[in-house]
């Protein structure tokens, strides 16, 4: 007897992950659905009209009558017209957005915003330097800090890996290798 009260207990607390496991798989379903799309505000919408059957599942208000028809507008999986594999990539080219700046109480060091990257390119212009990322970000020294301190590399650009964090006072720094010596730069591309 304590075995079967024992099961249903079990049983009882593995029905609402079952049934959420299913409106998690419409949601998934649904996302899949919107990566044909390649303006991010109508991926967006699509993506809160895809999260309808979840919202529904928790009591939560539902997601605008827009939205939703925009999903229903969309081929369902399995047609030619999706994409066989859901990436970001496929629908953004070029170089990641321009790094936001900080609120006035970022005062100090702030996020890395790339780390240990392979450089593409560099030219040095009177002392003053301008590097391109493998991905397209393209940094030049500040004039100020090229005038305190010019470089001299003479290693190819991709021997060369770099890493950029946020530095103080919304300013941002390039590294590179394990020099311990950081330059000011800013992004310009």
Known sequence: MRKLVIAMAAGAALAPCAALADAREDVIAGVTRCAALSDDRQWLDCYY??????????GLSPAPQAQIKLLESLPRAGTAALPSTVTRAAVRTGP???PKRSSIFALFSGDELA???PLQSYDINGGAFTVTLND????????????????RWREP????RVSITQGAMGSFNLVVGDENRAYKVKRIK
């Open 96 to 98: 990641p957005p321009m």
């Open 136 to 151: 397209g970000q393209v940094w030049q020294q500040t004039p100020e800090d090229a005038a305190k301190r010019p470089v």
């Open 115 to 117: 780390s240990n990257v």
């Open 49 to 58: 009209g895809a999260a309808q059957p979840l919202r529904a599942q928790l």
């Open 157 to 160: 650009a991709k021997a060369m």
